[in-house]
């Protein structure tokens, strides 16, 4: 079995123990009394109100690097890059490869307004609901 493979089989036995605890229905149920606003990161991107427009990162750790931040604080992190002006913010949300997780994404959502892109391995619809 080569990397990815494992990722994969990784990701689906992951994604099937999630599902087990909350179902995919549970989750849409939430969201759609929750009223949240929409955040376009296309829009986000393409405004005219910046010459420069960075996404800033949540990273703990990668496959490649080993640990960058253990003890990174991710909401904290988050406010700090938008007080500096960041115009959207990418959280790994890979446990295993990068030391990160959904909770991290729902951390850095209830400190920040903006535009959030989720970077994991999506193998499922599940996953972008759950994001």
């Given at each position: 079995?080569n ?6 089989v990784?990701?689906?036995?992951e994604?099937?123990?999630r ?25 986000a991107?393409?405004?005219?109100s910046q ?15 080993g ?30 490869g ?19 892109l ?14």
């Open positions: 079995m990397f990815l493979e494992g990722i994969l990784r990701k689906k036995l994604v099937e123990n599902r087990r605890e909350t179902s995919e229905a549970a989750i849409e149920g939430k969201l759609s009394v929750a009223n949240l606003p929409k955040r376009s990161l296309r829009d991107l393409s405004g005219a010459a420069v427009r960075i996404i800033a990162e949540i990273k703990r750790a990668s496959p490649s690097a640990t960058i931040a253990s003890q990174l604080d991710a909401p904290r992190l988050a406010s700090r890059y938008a007080e500096a002006g960041a115009t959207a913010i990418s959280v790994l949300t890979d446990g295993p990068f030391s990160g997780s959904i909770a991290d994404l729902r951390a850095v959502r209830t400190a920040v307004g903006l535009p959030l989720a970077k994991d391995f999506f193998i499922e619809r599940y996953q972008l609901v759950e994001a």
